[in-house]
Nanobody, 125 residues
Framework: QVQLVESGGGLVQAGGSLRLSCAAS????????MGWFRQAPGKEREFVAA????????YYADSVKGRFTVSRANGKNTVYLQMNSLKPEDTAVYYC??????????????????WGQGTQVTVSS
């Protein structure tokens, strides 16, 4: 069983920055792709970014490319999401997630089996 705990959310003005962290339990963290998703009120959960188990490959939604950066520290069992140039439309609850299978890259939210509790990000205009 993998437990994921996000932190770092908060209230920020448009154009500002936040860094989210996701701490994972378990001894196989370094073998799993990690993903970030978000869900705004009244909307479906959407993919934000993902990073391969080695950290060598990253994936981003078009809406955040050039503004968000995903990274990981396998020695700390932690994945990060650096968010710059934040916009009001980035307001959402942000979740980190991990798939059950090792060394795989899920194609969407259905491919992730473990989820954190989420952290709220609010961007004011």
């Amino acid at each position: 069983q993998v437990q994921l705990v996000e932190s770092g959310g908060g209230l920020v003005q448009a154009g500002g920055s936040l860094r989210l962290s996701c701490a994972a339990s378990g001894r196989t963290f370094s073998m799993h792709t990690m993903g970030w998703f978000r869900q705004a009120p009244g909307k479906e959960r959407e993919f934000v970014a993902a990073i391969s188990w080695t950290g060598g490959t990253t994936y981003y939604a078009d809406s955040v490319k050039g503004r968000f950066t995903v990274s990981r520290a396998n020695g700390k069992n932690t994945v990060y999401l650096q968010m710059n140039s934040l916009k009001p439309e980035d307001t959402a609850v942000y979740y980190c997630a991990a798939p059950l299978m090792r060394r795989t890259v899920p194609s969407g939210a259905s491919g992730y089996d473990y989820w954190g509790q989420g952290t709220q990000v609010t961007v004011s205009s």
